[in-house]
């Protein structure tokens, strides 16, 4: 694999999982001197240029009167197309599959006409599969999409038995797990921060979503609640923003519990937050993978999460924490409190920070090379 190759990536550029995931890869593939073009509407959260091997190409996508809604997937495609024709771009990796992938075999289908062919490989990355496209209006497009791209992977391998039990799918599905930076994700020495939010020795409880109902951070709440009531003395950071974000402060005023909950909002240097967390709860109803989870792994934080989607995958009950039920939030608590405990909670610690290891970026981004590189192989164009 001495070839380098030039790499089109195709995501979305916000906080989300699956923008992030796209980005590091993108870094880490540019890190090996591969030449890597990111093609979206804007530059990706944490994309920067300060690489001779990245590159940004911005899609724009104008207002017309006789459109309710800008065609973004025809300007993507047009994009993808100038992009492969400007810099001879080899492979096309796109990630999330509404509406990339429709729009990637499109551009393929116009490049044929100009006799230029390239493949295109699709990676899952949950809600495009578990919530979108199980949509009646895009689940034809979807499953077409799938089959016609030249590779497909999935973040774990409960996403794809659930891609296969729901789209009539026929291409094969590679299972590539995301992955960690743990030069960036370590626990680092915080202990004026830690002092400034738990100036009494308080426990930190941490929990990152984009607070949508599917992370049900209600239930964060909820345990959080039962923690204190059992006597603990502990604190809860709520990291990140979104519709559910008023719902949960009404909430902890209900519950008077507002002098304990302290919410962060969005921070680029999460990792900052979880080397002084020593819980990080993610009671999800849905997760393909769980990134936010193993994130805190890697910064030494043992995690709390549901047994539903690709968390079992990750967390090892008993060993980097517990999973229960979803809304099982008695148990939750139970199972806070015995991590928590000075005894437990050092062994639990290492036992995270132990198994995010198999995550590190460095193992997993050779399987993606790999991957590339059988898929040009077996190309026909």
Do not use: W
Request: hydrophobic letters at 40%.
């Amino acid at each position: 694999m001495d070839k380098k190759l030039k790499i089109g990536i195709i995501c979305y550029p916000t906080y989300g999982g699956s923008g992030v995931v796209a980005t590091e890869l993108g870094k880490g593939l540019a890190n090996k001197g591969h030449q890597i073009h990111f093609i979206t509407y804007e530059q990706p959260t944490r994309l920067d240029l300060l690489s001779e091997n990245l590159f940004y190409h911005k899609v724009d996508f104008r207002q017309y009167p006789l459109f309710k809604f800008p065609p973004y997937e025809l300007a993507l495609a047009s994009k993808i197309v100038n992009v492969v024709l400007n810099e001879k771009l080899d492979l096309l990796h796109v990630h999330y599959a509404i509406p990339h992938a429709s729009a990637a075999y499109l551009a393929k289908q116009v490049l044929k006409e100009k006799n230029i062919s390239i493949p295109f490989i699709t990676t899952l990355h949950g809600t495009d599969i578990t919530l979108v496209g199980k949509d009646e209006s895009y689940e034809p497009v979807v499953s077409f999409s799938i089959n016609q791209s030249d590779g497909v992977t999935s973040v774990s391998q409960s996403l794809k038995e659930e891609t296969l039990a729901f789209f009539d799918i026929n291409n094969d599905i590679t299972v590539i797990p995301n992955f960690i930076d743990l030069k960036r994700f370590k626990k680092t020495a915080k202990d004026h921060f830690k002092k400034a939010i738990s100036p009494h020795g308080e426990k930190l409880i941490t929990h990152t979503s984009n607070f949508r109902k599917v992370k049900r951070v209600e239930d964060v709440v909820k345990v959080f609640e039962l923690i204190l009531k059992k006597g603990a003395c502990a604190k809860l950071l709520l990291v990140g923003d979104g519709p559910e974000r008023r719902h949960i402060e009404e909430l902890c005023h209900e519950k008077s519990l507002f002098h304990h909950v302290r919410f962060l909002g969005k921070i680029e240097a999460i990792e900052e937050v979880l080397s002084i967390s020593d819980l990080f709860i993610m009671p999800s109803e849905k997760e393909s993978f769980g990134l936010a989870a193993l994130e805190a792994m890697a910064c030494e934080v043992p995690i709390l999460t549901t047994n539903t989607g690709g968390l079992p995958e990750l967390n090892i009950h008993g060993e980097t924490g517990f999973m229960s039920n979803i809304g099982d939030i008695e148990e939750m608590a139970k199972n806070a409190l015995f991590i928590l405990e000075d005894k437990n909670l050092p062994k639990f610690k290492r036992a995270a920070l132990l198994r995010a290891k198999d995550f590190d970026i460095h193992k997993v981004l050779p399987r993606y090379e790999e991957f590339y590189f059988e898929v040009l192989e077996g190309f026909s164009g």
